[in-house]
């Protein structure tokens, strides 16, 4: 309170902004527990960011007002699951409403991957200073050290296929756990540390029990994974709108890869205590995955929703995403019909193209099946956060067909009929 106060009094440069106090006493008592003064000198702080846009560079500005956003979310009234997983401050590569970084496809995907490593490392490293007492934060039912271990393993494993695409070597196989987990979090903090202070006020748990760290992690590195998928996805339909379609299967075997690669994250997400999800679920109220842009993003660009489906809460949810289907977004599976008619696509490259087009479909459907297996084992017949049906929603969704131009079975162009390979 008192730097805050002292902060507000001086010239409010953003470049100074007390983060270490005002995260401290958001971490002490959970986001959803601060007291009303503090959040009224934020509130105040805030407002005062317009006059002080000139003070320092713009970027700093910008994380200020962020941070009090995604801080200010409950006293705002529109907490929602982007500001519980403080998206906002994260720079999702590819975001809509982030321009990301320049320099074309490989450094997107490079930028993508640094910040996945960055954000298990950084699960794992909270891990390795509970159990040694090296941290007071978020102390409620804390792991056991062998869950902690188990945790580390899956985690670091998650991390891998990342870590080699961006050439650094991930922990040697004799490593224990915990050593291994180490290693990672090194190697994280070597690939971008000017990152270091966003993804420390990314992390605004509601609660103080100890498993929403690991909760809010895994969500993030998988909005950061979906963000990916989508930018390889847009990609992918550009390039079949050309006039040499073929290359889009290497974008669809990337986006593949990616869903294939993070399976490990929902492994890591079961070993959360189930006792520990419900202490601090009951706070999440108006926050849900259904109101995911990122995989909802990926969703649409492999085929128009039906009319059902974009009426509904889960498009709701998320209006941007909705403005753009309405506005005839094209998709993957309309881009590949498109090509085959107009001859553009034809041969190994058809055949190729729609065998990446199934190979990712079951890739996503996989990931949709396992998801609704965790959130039964972790909900039951609970209802979701956010106002949604929860584990009966995700039931109904689960086998929603990802395109409809190839499937398995057949090819509604191909007069032959699944012979793609």
Known sequence: ??????????????????????????????????????????????????????????????????????????????????????????????????????????????????????????????????LGQDTDLLPRQRPAPALVAKRCRLGVRAAAPALVRLGRCPAAGDAGPTDAAAALHAVAVDLDPAAELPLRLSMLPVHVTHDEYLFIRVLQAYECLFAGVAGELGAAVATLAGDRPGPAADRLAYARDLVDGASPLFSLLATMQPDSFRTFRQYTEGASAIQSRSYKRVESLCRAPSRGRLDSVAYRSVPEVRIRI????????????????????????????????????AALLRWRRTHHRL???????????????????????????????VTRQSDPLDPVGGQHA
């Open 1 to 130: 309170m008192h730097e805050l106060t002292s902060w507000s009094a001086g010239a409010a440069d953003p470049r100074a902004f007390p983060y270490p106090a005002v995260l401290g006493e958001f971490h002490r008592v959970g986001k959803h527990f601060v007291g009303k003064e503090l959040l009224e000198l934020l509130d105040a702080a805030r407002r005062r960011l317009p006059a002080a846009t000139g003070m320092g560079d713009a970027e700093a500005t910008r994380l200020l007002r962020d941070f009090l956003d995604v801080a200010l979310d409950k006293w705002d009234g529109r907490y929602d699951y982007r500001s519980y997983l403080a998206l906002p401050l994260l720079r999702l590569p590819g975001a809509a409403d982030d321009p990301g970084p320049a320099g074309g496809a490989a450094t997107a995907r490079r930028a993508g991957d640094r910040l996945f490593v960055r954000l298990v490392a950084d699960a794992l490293a909270f891990e390795r200073a509970a």
């Open 326 to 361: 309405r506005a005839g977004e094209p998709t993957v599976d309309e881009a590949y019909r498109s090509a085959v008619r107009d001859g553009r696509l034809d041969g190994p490259d058809r055949r190729l193209v729609a065998r990446r087009m199934e190979e990712f479909a």
């Open 375 to 405: 959130a039964t084992r972790m909900l039951g017949a609970r209802s979701g956060t956010g106002y949604t049906e929860g584990t009966p929603y995700l039931a109904a969704v689960r086998d929603l067909p990802v395109f409809t131009a």
